[in-house]
C-alpha cells in the first residue's frame, strides 16, 4: 500500500496531555467527513476543522510506501530518544496499517494517533487521541485521549464520559467567536470536574 501524505514536520505537540512534548507530525491527506474544500464545508459532515489536509504539497508531502515513509519520518528526528510521531490528517485512520506501524516502531517511535474516531484503529497505536463530531458515528470508544471540541450541538456529554478514556479534554473551538467557545468550555469544567480544559498551544506561540 501506498500513502498519501500531505505535509511531515517536526514541532512540538500543541494539544492534549501531551502538549509540550517534541514529536515529528506526520499528516495524512483526505478525510471522511469533509473534503477539505472551502466550497463544501457548509454540507460537510464536519463543519469546523481548521487544518489544510488537501493535497500532497506540504512540507515532505508526497505519496509513499511504509519504510520509505517511516525513513522520511525518522530522518526529521535529530535529536536522542523518546521518539514521538503523531499521525493526523484529515483523517489518518484511513490510512495508517500495520505495515506503518511496524516500520515506525522498528525505528524507535512511540505512535500517536489523532481521530474523529468513525475508523477503528489498527493494533499496535501506543497513544490514541479520538476527537468526535456532532452527528458522526463513533466506532473508536476506547483509547487514552478523549478531546471534545466545544461547543457542538447535538454532543451528549455525559454519554462521552461513558466512554473507556484515560483522559477527558475539553477544547475551546477557534472560530470567530472564540471567546464564547473559551467560556463555554470552562463551565463545562466546571460543570463537571471529570473534564479537563485544554487548548492550543501552538497557535498562542506560533508553532505549526
Same mark, same amino acid.
Given at each position: 500500500m501506498s500513502y498519501a501524505v500531505k505535509e511531515i514536520f517536526l514541532t512540538l %505537540?500543541?494539544?492534549? *496531555? %501531551? &502538549?509540550? !512534548? !517534541?514529536? +515529528?507530525?506526520? !499528516?495524512?491527506a483526505g478525510c471522511n467527513l469533509w473534503t477539505g474544500r472551502e466550497q463544501d464545508r457548509a454540507e460537510a459532515a464536519c463543519t469546523f476543522c481548521d487544518t489544510d489536509f488537501v493535497g500532497m504539497d506540504g512540507e515532505n508531502g508526497g505519496r509513499y510506501q511504509a519504510e520509505a515513509l517511516s525513513d522520511r519520518v525518522d530522518a526529521l528526528w535529530d535529536a536522542g530518544d523518546r521518539k514521538l510521531v503523531v499521525m493526523t490528517g484529515g483523517e489518518p485512520l484511513l490510512q495508517a496499517d500495520a505495515p506503518l506501524i511496524d516500520a515506525l516502531h522498528a525505528r524507535g517511535f512511540e505512535i500517536a494517533v489523532e481521530t474523529n474516531g468513525t475508523q477503528a484503529a489498527p493494533a499496535g497505536i501506543d497513544w490514541i487521541c479520538v476527537s468526535p463530531k456532532a452527528g458522526n458515528h463513533v466506532v473508536q470508544r476506547s483509547g487514552d485521549e478523549l478531546k471534545l471540541v466545544w461547543p457542538q &450541538?447535538? /454532543?451528549d456529554t455525559d454519554e462521552l464520559l461513558g466512554w473507556d478514556f484515560r483522559?477527558? /479534554? +475539553? %477544547?475551546? *473551538?477557534?472560530g470567530a467567536d472564540r471567546a464564547g467557545s473559551l467560556r463555554a468550555a470552562i463551565a463545562l469544567v466546571h460543570t463537571d470536574p471529570r473534564w479537563r480544559l485544554g487548548v492550543q498551544t501552538h497557535k498562542m506561540i506560533g508553532l505549526p
Open positions: %505537540q500543541g494539544e492534549g *496531555m %501531551q &502538549a509540550g !512534548r !517534541r514529536a +515529528v507530525f506526520l !499528516r495524512f &450541538a447535538g /454532543i483522559h477527558f /479534554i +475539553v %477544547q475551546p *473551538m477557534d
